[in-house]
């Protein structure tokens, strides 16, 4: 995955016209800009959210990503669940994002509190594919990268995304099935 946040469509051209179909963004607004132009353009793109939803946000949400792989409390999931039957949908899957590192202030699901987070996705029948995981910044990642993918395979879920540019191929050593690339693409 190209994460293309923060990057003008005249930036994104290049990377389309080479072939890249699948991005991440990190807001709802800012890809309601950029991405209806660029979709029109590109039909067989695929552009994930991979940054935090607000319940107020999520009929729009649903509409834009193709996935939201920032699922990671009970409210967005009921709220997600009411707007599931929106007829203009387009996400089709979720992955839910686990805060690895117990850090207080970030998002994601605490590890404790996973299964029941799974469990009511699946109350709704909504599709859970996988986990998303940003390990914390000055830590070794490879124990949230292990975390993560023991997650995935005690709850049997297909779909592993984590690594960036600074660890991707570690995360790929220990399974990822996305890594979402952002800087190392961007810088000249
Ligand atoms: C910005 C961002 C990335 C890309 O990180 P880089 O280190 O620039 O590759 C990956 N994942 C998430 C959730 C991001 O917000």
Redesign the pocket.
């Known amino acids: 995955m190209v994460?293309s946040?923060n990057q003008l469509p005249e930036a994104i051209y290049p990377l389309l016209e080479a072939g890249q179909r699948f991005f991440?963004e990190?807001r709802v607004q800012e890809t309601a800009s950029k991405w209806s132009i660029l979709r029109k353009l590109y039909l067989d793109c695929h552009v994930h959210l991979?940054?935090p939803l607000q319940t107020n946000k999520v009929r729009q949400a649903l509409e834009l990503f193709d996935a939201i792989e920032s699922v990671d409390r009970p409210r967005l999931i009921l709220e997600l669940a009411k707007e599931w039957s929106n007829p203009h949908r387009k996400t089709h899957k979720l992955l839910i994002q686990v805060n690895t590192g117990q850090e207080p202030q970030k998002s994601g699901v605490l590890i404790d509190d996973l299964p029941d987070l799974i469990h009511l996705c699946h109350l709704h029948n909504l599709p859970v594919t996988g986990l998303m995981c940003?390990p914390p910044l000055l830590e070794d990642p490879t124990l949230h990268f292990q975390i993560l993918a023991n997650l995935a395979k005690t709850y049997n879920l297909p779909e592993l995304s984590m690594g960036?540019?600074?660890d991707y191929s570690l995360a790929i050593a220990h399974g990822a099935t996305c890594v979402?690339?952002?800087?190392?693409i961007w810088k000249s």
């Not at 979402?180 to 190392?184: D, E, H, N, P, V």
């Open positions: 994460v946040k991440g990190a991979i940054g940003i960036m540019s600074g979402r690339i952002g800087s190392a």
